[in-house]
């Protein structure tokens, strides 16, 4: 593993807890934390957690005396902490607080309710030296028979102890301290240092229902051998990839990115097979209360294709077990007519949808990886039937071979303007009356993937039914494609054009919105009710018009059609209307309101792209889609990357519209690079990185997305889908690592600055106009044409 040096005002991302490839984790009581240097109350190097919210707050910190002067907040320090390695469960620091007195802190989650550290101190000046070091231990508990830590003895010897909820949190300290009773209660170790000497300490907070039990184990875990944990660590962090760019703030945000994406894998349950993820890992997640998991929320309820996918930027070529671990789960979930539900969760969750159609690429991108052909057969028939699921009638109401999406959540953009519910700045329609260019784009990219797979086995038969689904997708997005705005639009189910959206009337209170209202085509409506303050609402709307065919229709919109949320509720109409009489509101609350709409298909969006990524338009719409909006400084080419709406409200709660959300970014470059614009895409890869590693300066965070115009970072901190797309970089460098035997090199480095890759004995050197592949044997090859080499060593 590689020596860090990385201090204040670099990137660092501090978050601590188990790993799962070194010790299980429960799903249901998962404890961790996160340092915050110079940050909180008070300001120190504080290792800080709250046991999934079942303490405010525990709050670990070093202090240290010397003569008159005590010191715990770094900035005060002789030389500031700088985090000098890291992995999931293990960080070092290395910082001096007094001139010539030298600290190497290491924190290390053992796993389970443990929390162990390790301190060596070194003077390393001329004098001798004597100070104190206290430990300090600050909880702040939960619950009316809850205890502050206090020194207690146990055995002999002092420890701090507490307790919160159920637990009774024991803080252990070797090498005999005092216990200190003051509003910062500590365990006190008084050293007298002559020069170059060094001492050593080991401190474990166990975490349990026992006290007794805690220190029991406390003390155990301070006598385990810890270089040989160091080694494991290291062992099973190996396989990272080590990045050396013009870069520096970018080295660092790749190996933070392949640890936090080690980090948010947990051990497998009875109910997923293999080890599965969660969204973020953070303080406050970790227990449930019911013990199983089920009362979790989104974040941790289990794991969506497009999360795994996007995962795969930083388990691929390092993990591709996990990556493999993870299509399984899916398959797991898989029921007899081939749909895979759409989030299987390690407490047994499930979504009730199919998952978005993004695993068949997975898998092919993992075999591209590893060349494991026999994962290929195995996934490969399950996969098959996943993507037929979504032709099946249930997915494709109107039976044109163009399915449509069951919620917004499926499509991973759930803040969609379009089809959100929960905004009131959202249209809030519903996406099932829509198809959408995206589901054909995945749809359309899963069915080549499978061709691929089909090749690759031998098994031809497959190929002709998936081709003439693609070709039917393909068509179907030519109609969509808008070639005066340079985009592909939305397309209404039945009436298959893309309507502008209007408001057509409005009132406030009971009674009649007239209308009168004739149409050149057929048009879809929607209805929104608002309210305020009115609980229980049971309002009836009925619509008059003519339906295409001529008849005359009262369309009848019961209360149980309408789903409040936050005061609102809105029902897109299933039939069709050529013409509109007046809609009668019945029941609604005199405050109330009520408005009538066409449904608007025209709102531009980053879901918009993924045509580009799936290789669907011809040369000519790919470049007017490329140069007109997804380059245009007008349009997507912002400072931070692509904004997921070009019109979005300039709201406050509206802001993830304005910001750059790494999947669809990553589509977008890896569609630049389909059609050749390399340049281009390093480009776009530049800007995702500014925001990233800006954040991880500022913040010491991921965050879920970047604020496309200012880089700001928003969302959840530590988000899985706003680590750095490390799969995209190799990419665009034109690398594809097999095996450390193995190399597929496929263009030059487009960056201003040489690239040194290292994996497992592996060296790459990227130029700007050759690739030197070094294998672990010394032997080398040197790439200097454009194309695809495969370099291997038999």
């Given at each position: 593993?590689?020596?860090?040096?990385?201090?204040?005002?670099?990137?660092?991302?501090?978050?601590?807890?188990?790993?799962?490839?070194?010790?299980?984790?429960?799903?249901?009581?998962?404890?961790?934390?996160?340092?915050?240097?110079?940050?909180?109350?008070?300001?120190?190097?504080?290792?800080?957690?709250?046991?999934?919210?079942?303490?405010?707050?525990?709050?670990?910190?070093?202090?240290?005396?010397?003569?008159?002067?005590?010191?715990?907040?770094?900035?005060?320090?002789?030389?500031?902490?700088?985090?000098?390695?890291?992995?999931?469960?293990?960080?070092?620091?290395?910082?001096?607080?007094?001139?010539?007195?030298?600290?190497?802190?290491?924190?290390?989650?053992?796993?389970?309710?443990?929390?162990?550290?390790?301190?060596?101190?070194?003077?390393?000046?001329?004098?001798?030296?004597?100070?104190?070091?206290?430990?300090?231990?600050?909880?702040?508990?939960?619950?009316?028979?809850?205890?502050?830590?206090?020194?207690?003895?146990?055995?002999?010897?002092?420890?701090?102890?507490?307790?919160?909820?159920?637990?009774?949190?024991?803080?252990?300290?070797?090498?005999?301290?005092?216990?200190?009773?003051?509003?910062?209660?500590?365990?006190?170790?008084?050293?007298?240092?002559?020069?170059?000497?060094?001492?050593?300490?080991?401190?474990?907070?166990?975490?349990?229902?026992?006290?007794?039990?805690?220190?029991?184990?406390?003390?155990?875990?301070?006598?385990r051998n810890w270089e040989a944990e160091l080694a494991r660590i290291q062992m099973v962090n190996a396989a990272a990839l080590e990045v050396a760019t013009g870069e520096p703030d970018?080295?660092?945000?790749?190996?933070?990115?392949?640890?936090?994406?080690?980090?948010?894998?947990?051990?497998?349950?009875?109910?997923?097979?293999?080890?599965?993820?969660?969204?973020?890992?953070?303080?406050?997640?970790?227990?449930?209360?019911?013990?199983?998991?089920?009362?979790?929320?989104?974040?941790?309820?289990?794991?969506?294709?497009?999360?795994?996918?996007?995962?795969?930027?930083?388990?691929?070529?390092?993990?591709?077990?996990?990556?493999?671990?993870?299509?399984?789960?899916?398959?797991?979930?898989?029921?007899?007519?081939?749909?895979?539900?759409?989030?299987?969760?390690?407490?047994?969750?499930?979504?009730?949808?199919?998952?978005?159609?993004?695993?068949?690429?997975?898998?092919?991108?993992?075999?591209?990886?590893?060349?494991?052909?026999?994962?290929?057969?195995?996934?490969?028939?399950?996969?098959?039937?996943?993507?037929?699921?979504?032709?099946?009638?249930?997915?494709?109401?109107?039976?044109?071979?163009?399915?449509?999406?069951?919620?917004?959540?499926?499509?991973?953009?759930?803040?969609?303007?379009?089809?959100?519910?929960?905004?009131?700045?959202?249209?809030?329609?519903?996406?099932?009356?829509?198809?959408?260019?995206?589901?054909?784009?995945?749809?359309?990219?899963?069915?080549?993937?499978?061709?691929?797979?089909?090749?690759?086995?031998?098994?031809?038969?497959?190929?002709?039914?998936?081709?003439?689904?693609?070709?039917?997708?393909?068509?179907?997005?030519?109609?969509?494609?808008?070639?005066?705005?340079?985009?592909?639009?939305?397309?209404?189910?039945?009436?298959?054009?893309?309507?502008?959206?209007?408001?057509?009337?409005?009132?406030?209170?009971?009674?009649?919105?007239?209308?009168?209202?004739?149409?050149?085509?057929?048009?879809r409506l929607a209805v929104r009710l608002e309210t305020r303050g009115a609980a229980g609402v049971s309002a009836q709307v009925y619509v008059h018009g003519t339906l295409p065919s001529?008849?005359?229709?009262?369309?009848?919109?019961?209360?149980?059609?309408?789903?409040?949320?936050?005061?609102?509720?809105?029902?897109?109409?299933?039939?069709?209307?050529?013409?509109?009489?007046?809609?009668?509101?019945?029941?609604l609350p005199p405050n109330g309101s009520a408005r009538a709409t066409l449904v608007d298909f025209r709102a531009e969006d980053h879901t918009l792209l993924t045509p580009l990524w799936?290789?669907?338009?011809?040369?000519?719409?790919?470049?007017?889609?490329?140069?007109?909006?997804?380059?245009?400084?007008?349009?997507?080419?912002?400072?931070?990357?692509?904004?997921?709406?070009?019109?979005?409200?300039?709201?406050?709660?509206?802001?993830?519209?304005?910001?750059?959300?790494?999947?669809?970014?990553?589509?977008?470059?890896?569609?630049?690079?389909?059609?050749?614009?390399?340049?281009?895409?390093?480009?776009?890869?530049?800007?995702?990185?500014?925001?990233?590693?800006?954040?991880?300066?500022?913040?010491?965070?991921?965050?879920?997305?970047?604020?496309?115009?200012?880089?700001?970072?928003?969302?959840?901190?530590?988000?899985?889908?706003?680590?750095?797309?490390?799969?995209?970089?190799?990419?665009?460098?034109?690398?594809?690592?097999?095996?450390?035997?193995?190399?597929?090199?496929?263009?030059?480095?487009?960056?201003?600055?040489?690239?040194?890759?290292?994996?497992?004995?592996?060296?790459?050197?990227?130029?700007?106009?050759?690739?030197?592949?070094?294998?672990?044997?010394?032997?080398?090859?040197?790439?200097?044409?454009?194309?695809?080499?495969?370099?291997?060593?038999?």
């Amino acid at each position: 593993m590689r020596t860090w040096n990385l201090g204040p005002g670099e990137p660092q991302c501090l978050t601590l807890a188990a790993d799962w490839r070194l010790s299980p984790i429960d799903y249901a009581n998962d404890h961790i934390w996160e340092l915050a240097l110079g940050r909180g109350d008070p300001a120190a190097i504080l290792l800080h957690g709250s046991y999934g919210l079942r303490a405010r707050d525990l709050r670990l910190f070093p202090r240290f005396t010397e003569g008159a002067l005590t010191l715990s907040d770094p900035a005060a320090f002789d030389t500031p902490p700088r985090l000098a390695g890291f992995a999931p469960n293990w960080l070092r620091l290395a910082y001096a607080p007094f001139p010539g007195i030298e600290l190497l802190a290491d924190y290390w989650a053992p796993g389970g309710p443990l929390l162990a550290g390790r301190i060596q101190v070194t003077n390393a000046g001329v004098t001798r030296r004597r100070l104190r070091l206290d430990l300090v231990a600050l909880l702040s508990p939960i619950g009316p028979q809850g205890e502050a830590m206090l020194p207690v003895r146990r055995e002999a010897v002092h420890i701090l102890q507490g307790r919160t909820h159920e637990l009774w949190p024991v803080l252990f300290f070797t090498g005999g301290p005092e216990g200190v009773r003051s509003p910062y209660p500590a365990l006190s170790q008084e050293l007298d240092m002559l020069p170059g000497a060094a001492r050593r300490f080991t401190w474990v907070l166990a975490s349990l229902p026992d006290a007794e039990e805690g220190f029991r184990l406390a003390r155990q875990t301070a006598a385990r051998n810890w270089e040989a944990e160091l080694a494991r660590i290291q062992m099973v962090n190996a396989a990272a990839l080590e990045v050396a760019t013009g870069e520096p703030d970018w080295d660092a945000a790749f190996a933070l990115g392949q640890s936090q994406a080690n980090s948010l894998l947990l051990s497998p349950t009875s109910h997923l097979p293999y080890a599965s993820f969660v969204s973020a890992r953070q303080p406050d997640h970790g227990y449930s209360p019911r013990g199983d998991g089920g009362d979790y929320s989104h974040i941790w309820n289990g794991q969506t294709a497009l999360e795994a996918w996007y995962l795969a930027q930083n388990l691929l070529p390092g993990s591709p077990d996990a990556a493999k671990g993870l299509v399984r789960n899916f398959l797991a979930a898989q029921s007899e007519d081939g749909r895979v539900d759409f989030k299987p969760g390690l407490g047994g969750q499930r979504g009730r949808m199919l998952a978005t159609p993004l695993l068949a690429d997975l898998a092919w991108r993992i075999y591209q990886h590893s060349d494991d052909l026999r994962f290929l057969e195995e996934v490969f028939p399950r996969l098959l039937d996943f993507v037929q699921a979504w032709f099946a009638p249930r997915q494709d109401r109107d039976g044109d071979g163009v399915p449509e999406w069951d919620h917004p959540t499926q499509t991973g953009f759930d803040d969609n303007p379009l089809f959100s519910p929960w905004h009131a700045w959202a249209q809030g329609v519903d996406i099932r009356s829509f198809e959408s260019p995206d589901l054909c784009a995945f749809l359309y990219n899963e069915c080549q993937a499978l061709i691929h797979m089909a090749a690759a086995l031998g098994r031809p038969e497959p190929a002709a039914g998936l081709a003439a689904l693609t070709e039917n997708l393909r068509t179907a997005l030519e109609t969509a494609w808008d070639g005066r705005a340079a985009t592909y639009r939305y397309w209404d189910r039945e009436a298959h054009n893309s309507q502008k959206g209007e408001t057509l009337g409005r009132r406030k209170g009971p009674g009649q919105i007239p209308l009168d209202l004739v149409f050149d085509l057929p048009q879809r409506l929607a209805v929104r009710l608002e309210t305020r303050g009115a609980a229980g609402v049971s309002a009836q709307v009925y619509v008059h018009g003519t339906l295409p065919s001529g008849q005359h229709r009262v369309e009848k919109l019961n209360p149980s059609a309408f789903q409040w949320l936050g005061g609102r509720a809105t029902v897109t109409l299933d039939p069709l209307f050529m013409e509109l009489d007046h809609i009668q509101v019945d029941g609604l609350p005199p405050n109330g309101s009520a408005r009538a709409t066409l449904v608007d298909f025209r709102a531009e969006d980053h879901t918009l792209l993924t045509p580009l990524w799936a290789g669907l338009p011809d040369p000519g719409r790919a470049a007017a889609l490329i140069d007109r909006k997804l380059l245009k400084g007008n349009a997507y080419g912002q400072p931070f990357g692509l904004p997921a709406c070009l019109k979005a409200p300039a709201r406050p709660e509206a802001e993830t519209l304005h910001a750059a959300w790494l999947p669809w970014n990553v589509m977008a470059a890896e569609g630049l690079l389909r059609y050749g614009r390399r340049a281009e895409a390093a480009a776009l890869l530049g800007k995702l990185m500014n925001a990233i590693t800006a954040n991880l300066k500022r913040e010491q965070a991921f965050r879920r997305c970047y604020h496309a115009g200012d880089g700001r970072g928003l969302g959840e901190r530590n988000s899985l889908l706003g680590l750095p797309p490390l799969g995209l970089f190799l990419q665009i460098l034109g690398v594809r690592i097999l095996s450390p035997w193995k190399v597929v090199v496929d263009g030059l480095n487009p960056f201003p600055w040489p690239v040194r890759i290292q994996y497992r004995g592996l060296t790459l050197e990227c130029l700007e106009t050759e690739t030197v592949v070094t294998f672990p044997d010394g032997q080398s090859v040197s790439v200097e044409e454009a194309g695809p080499h495969l370099a291997s060593v038999a």
